[in-house]
Structure formats: C-alpha cells, structure tokens
T-cell receptor, first 116, second 116 residues
Framework: AQKVTQAQTEISVVEKEDVTLDCVYE???????LFWYKQPPSGELVFLIR??????QNEISGRYSWNFQKSTSSFNFTITASQVVDSAVYFC?????????????FGQGTRLTINP | EAQVTQNPRYLITVTGKKLTVTCSQN?????MSWYRQDPGLGLRQIYY???????DKGDVPEGYKVSRKEKRNFPLILESPSPNQTSLYFC???????????????FGAGSRLTVL
C-alpha cells in the first residue's frame, strides 16, 4: 500500500530563515509521481510541483526547491528566505503512473508559520 | 475560468438530516473525487469516479454516497449525517485514463460541514 509521511506537524520560523519540509513515502510501484500542494489560510489547495520517479534532478523555482532522493524515498521541500506569505499547510502526495490511477495519497500535512 | 465549484461552502446541520454537497467542473475531466480533511490525518479519499456511471470507494466511504450521472457533476450525499462526519470536504477533478497518474488534480474551494 502507498503511504506518505510528513513527520513535522508544525514548524515555526522567523522571516528570512530557510526552512525544509520533509516528506517520506512508501510504494511498491517502480513508477510513480510525487506532488506538493499548499493550503494557505484561505483554505484552498494550490498545486506547487509534480515530479516523476524517473527524474531525480532537483528542481528550483524562485525561493522554492525540491530534493527528490529515490534511495531514501524522500521528496523534501525547501523554502529559502521565507516570507510571511509562505505561512500555510503544506501537503506531500503520491500517485502511481498506471492508467486509471485511482487516487492521490496525501501525507498528514505540515503547518508552517513564518513570523515577522 | 477553469474551475471546480462546490456548494455549500459552509453548512451546519443536525444528526440524521440528509444533505448533499454539490460539485461541478467545467474542464471536461473524466476523473472526479471527494476527499475529507481532518486535523492530523491529511486528506483521505471518500469516493472517486473514473467516468460517467463509474464510481468506486476510496479509503473512507462509510456514511457517504455519490453519483455520476453527468460528466461535469459529482455530488456527495450524506443520507444520515453523524457528528464524526464533521470535516472539511474537497471535490477534485483531473483528466483520466491516459497518464492519469501524472495528471494534476484541480480542487474545489472546500466545504466545511458541521454536524451537531
């Protein structure tokens, strides 16, 4: 069975600090996709990134970067020079690649608070 | 604008009073799904639908019903709500079948349900 674990329930940092959100996953599939979603205080779920299991290159988008390591089944998310607007709950999720894939399995979420 | 629309956004009801949360998408997506979000548990799938008249149970289907008579609509029905169904509910959709595991879910804004 697929499982995603976000061990950090809550993180609180001061603005401009760097922060890393951990995500560890379990799957028996050899091919799969990993996702990160952001849920700001307004409540909607915002897609941030998708990464397939064949591509272990790290990705950077502005202040955001993602580190995918298949050897440790981890897909960590780092925010550099954090800002108050980054305060949100962040979810890591896993999906298989087979046709007709039925669901996205989510982690428990990490609540990130950036203090001014 | 491409979107998933849920109604109502907020609802307070009493135990046993049947209710329906509607979900509609305008992207011609085959796949639709309902999730519930509870503190510390992340998002858990209730039901999903691969296409019209094709529905199946997710991880937590007890106490819920769904139907998919039209491609765009996927209502969630609580026949006899109970307090343990107090939660934040999300409807989501994505393109199905080919590469469906890779496709990104688009979420509705959420429906916060309280059952007294």
């Amino acid at each position: 069975a697929q499982k995603v674990t976000q061990a950090q329930t809550e993180i609180s940092v001061v603005e401009k600090e760097d922060v890393t959100l951990d995500c560890v996953y379990e799957t028996r599939d050899t091919t799969y996709y990993l996702f990160w979603y952001k849920q700001p205080p307004s409540g909607e779920l915002v897609f941030l990134i998708r990464r397939n299991s064949f591509d272990e290159q790290n990705e950077i988008s502005g202040r955001y970067s993602w580190n995918f390591q298949k050897s440790t089944s981890s897909f960590n998310f780092t925010i550099t020079a954090s800002q108050v607007v980054d305060s949100a709950v962040y979810f890591c999720a896993l999906s298989d690649i087979r046709q007709g894939a039925q669901k996205l399995v989510f982690g428990q979420g990490t609540r990130l608070t950036i203090n001014p | 604008e491409a979107q998933v629309t849920q109604n109502p956004r907020y609802l307070i009801t009493v135990t046993g009073k049947k209710l329906t949360v509607t979900c509609s998408q305008n992207m011609n997506h085959e796949y639709m799904s309902w999730y519930r979000q509870d503190p510390g548990l992340g998002l858990r799938q209730i039901y999903y639908s691969m296409n019209v008249e094709v529905t199946d149970k997710g991880d937590v289907p007890e106490g819920y019903k769904v139907s998919r008579k039209e491609k765009r609509n996927f209502p969630l029905i609580l026949e006899s709500p109970s307090p343990n169904q107090t939660s934040l509910y999300f409807c989501a959709s994505k393109m199905g079948q080919t590469h469906s595991g890779a496709n990104v879910l688009t979420f509705g804004a959420g429906s916060r349900l309280t059952v007294l």
